[in-house]
């Protein structure tokens, strides 16, 4: 009954917030809100192992042909080519870029020596950034364990994990705190763990029958849980020497990264309210509820009991609040049935503690992989404001699926750019303590589950082009329209492209 009398006042305030017209710009937001684009290390650095890098988890995970046969030993070559990149931002207008280090490049053996050549490259990145005045944002794992350290321990299955993780943290925030003030320590643990430890789809491929998918180790059953405590407690670790060594002289700000769902109850029945709440407690109050209160969910405990660690007082107390903001990546809304019955099962995973079914959203139009729901967004930006007390949120990632092909009128990227956007700002009108938005990608690149068969960039690269070129699609010169304080929407979109009225679905897929 809490949940649905949420829902409705969530409601409320959608259809209140359409009264503000869609006409918006860059000058409707805060002066100190920022506007960026993302990328990750392996996603677009290319040199897998020039210069002393080592492998991480995901180059094993690539290599073993589950990504298409593709990899991202090349990928978009951002390790020579990062000044033009960075020009390119320059000339797109953004104020922000969100880049993760590679552990593996940084200190090859996840623990020991600092190379001294992924030193110098990662200061010569955020040195060409601050010399064009835009902000870095370091993310310091994005799905990258060092090889190493999985192949000495188990990586983040070992509670070794966590001394590792805070020496490597201590290493950036010593090298290149005084001049990135944004830190964000782990991108997306929650999927992180449900991916590589549950269903075996990310790296590092651990699950076990019947959960997960062509696994050959793992246990899905008490992995994933293992793996989250230690993320945890790696974090808080991280956040406190931070906090004890350089806040006071460098002032910047940590935060970790969850991926988000906007759930809605499937049916108007109180079971599906409970699920859905019961789904939001499973895939953000995992890690939020420990974040705010030092403790996990009550749900979750009782569901999954003795599977599931527990912290000890001083542990509740070091994780409780070591956090400045909270990074978000947002793609998509779901539906949420009641699956209560998984709960008689003798043996389950993560999924079936959580005991709902999830059902997509479809989209009529077939040139898109995610419906466009702005309300999907408000509605966890929301959620945060009125369940977690309104931290400060960083949009991290947002953005459309597509077919990666050469054409660049990725009009369906812009519209869901544009609805985007002015669903942040109706957000921040009700009182959301949103900060940023990032798009997801600023290039095409290597992506996680299907390699280069999908794009999400503003740039289009040719691949079989030994120059990887970068082509603006469409979606840039609107971002770049928009930053630059264009108002109109659909003024700024003729103003890119005069032939836009020709233009039809089909070109995507040519």
């Known amino acids: 009954?809490?949940?649905?009398?949420?829902?409705?006042?969530?409601?409320?305030?959608?259809?209140?917030?359409?009264?503000?017209?869609?006409?918006?710009?860059?000058?409707?937001?805060?002066?100190?809100?920022?506007?960026?684009?993302?990328?990750?290390?392996?996603?677009?650095?290319?040199?897998?192992?020039?210069?002393?890098?080592?492998?991480?988890?995901?180059?094993?995970?690539?290599?073993s042909g589950i990504t298409h046969g593709a990899n991202g030993d090349v990928a978009c070559d951002h390790y020579h080519k990062y000044k033009e990149d960075v020009q390119l931002m320059v000339d797109?207008?953004?104020?922000?870029?969100?880049?993760?280090?590679?552990?593996?490049?940084?200190?090859?053996?996840?623990?020991?020596?600092?190379?001294?050549?992924?030193?110098?490259?990662?200061?010569?990145?955020?040195?060409?950034?601050?010399?064009?005045?835009?902000?870095?944002?370091?993310?310091?794992?994005?799905?990258?364990?060092?090889q190493a350290l999985e192949d000495e321990y188990g990586g983040w299955l070992n509670r070794k994990i966590v001394k590792d993780f805070t020496a490597y943290a201590d290493v950036c925030f010593r090298n290149f705190g005084d001049r990135v003030s944004y830190w964000t320590t782990v991108n997306e643990a929650n999927v992180f763990v449900l991916g590589g430890y549950d269903i075996g789809f990310l790296p590092p491929a651990r699950c076990s029958f019947p959960f997960g998918v062509n696994c050959s180790r793992g246990n899905s059953s008490s992995e994933p849980y293992i793996v989250a405590h230690h993320i945890l407690l790696a974090h808080a670790a991280a956040a406190r020497l931070y906090n004890k060594k350089y806040k006071e002289k460098q002032h910047g700000f940590l935060g970790l990264n969850l991926f988000a769902y906007w759930f809605v109850p499937f049916r108007n029945t109180t079971?599906?309210?409970?699920?859905?709440?019961?789904?939001?407690?499973?895939?953000?109050?995992?890690?939020?509820?420990?974040?705010?209160?030092?403790?996990?969910?009550?749900?979750?405990?009782?569901?999954?009991?003795?599977?599931?660690?527990?912290?000890?007082?001083?542990?509740?107390?070091?994780?409780?609040?070591?956090?400045?903001?909270?990074?978000?990546?947002?793609?998509?809304?779901?539906?949420?049935?009641?699956?209560?019955?998984?709960?008689?099962?003798?043996?389950?995973?993560?999924?079936?503690?959580?005991?709902?079914?999830?059902?997509?959203?479809?989209?009529n139009s077939s040139t898109v992989e995610f419906p466009v729901t702005p309300w999907g967004l408000q509605g966890v930006l929301e959620y945060f404001k009125q369940v977690y007390g309104n931290p400060p949120v960083y949009i991290h990632e947002n953005g459309q699926r597509m077919q990666r092909n050469s054409t660049l009128e990725d009009w369906p990227r812009v519209m869901s750019l544009s609805g985007y956007i002015e669903g942040l700002l109706h957000s921040l009108r009700n009182g959301s303590n949103v900060r940023g938005y990032f798009t997801w990608s600023f290039l095409d690149l290597f992506e996680m589950l299907d390699g280069y068969e999908s794009s999400y960039g503003l740039y289009y690269i040719d691949l079989d082009d030994p120059d990887l070129v970068r082509h603006p699609k469409l979606s840039a010169k609107w971002y770049t329209q928009f930053l630059k304080g264009k108002r109109n929407i659909s003024d700024g979109i003729i103003e890119l492209d005069k032939n836009l009225s020709a233009f039809s679905t089909a070109h995507f897929f040519q």
């Open 1 to 63: 009954m809490e949940f649905l009398l949420f829902l409705i006042f969530f409601i409320i305030l959608v259809v209140k917030s359409v009264d503000c017209g869609n006409q918006f710009s860059r000058d409707d937001f805060p002066a100190d809100f920022v506007f960026g684009s993302g990328t990750s290390a392996y996603q677009v650095e290319g040199a897998a192992a020039e210069d002393g890098r080592t492998p991480s988890i995901w180059d094993t995970f690539a290599h």
């Open 92 to 146: 797109t207008g953004l104020e922000a870029y969100r880049f993760s280090i590679s552990w593996s490049r940084l200190i090859p053996n996840g623990r020991g020596p600092v190379n001294p050549k992924g030193l110098q490259y990662y200061n010569n990145l955020i040195n060409e950034l601050i010399s064009h005045e835009i902000q870095p944002h370091v993310t310091l794992h994005h799905s990258d364990l060092p």
């Open 271 to 363: 079971e599906d309210a409970i699920a859905t709440k019961r789904a939001n407690d499973f895939y953000l109050g995992w890690f939020l509820n420990p974040l705010v209160s030092g403790e996990y969910p009550i749900t979750m405990k009782k569901n999954a009991g003795s599977r599931m660690p527990d912290f000890t007082n001083l542990e509740s107390k070091q994780i409780k609040g070591s956090f400045d903001f909270l990074g978000v990546n947002f793609y998509n809304t779901l539906y949420v049935k009641d699956n209560s019955d998984s709960l008689k099962k003798e043996h389950r995973d993560v999924d079936a503690d959580m005991a709902v079914e999830l059902i997509p959203m479809l989209d």
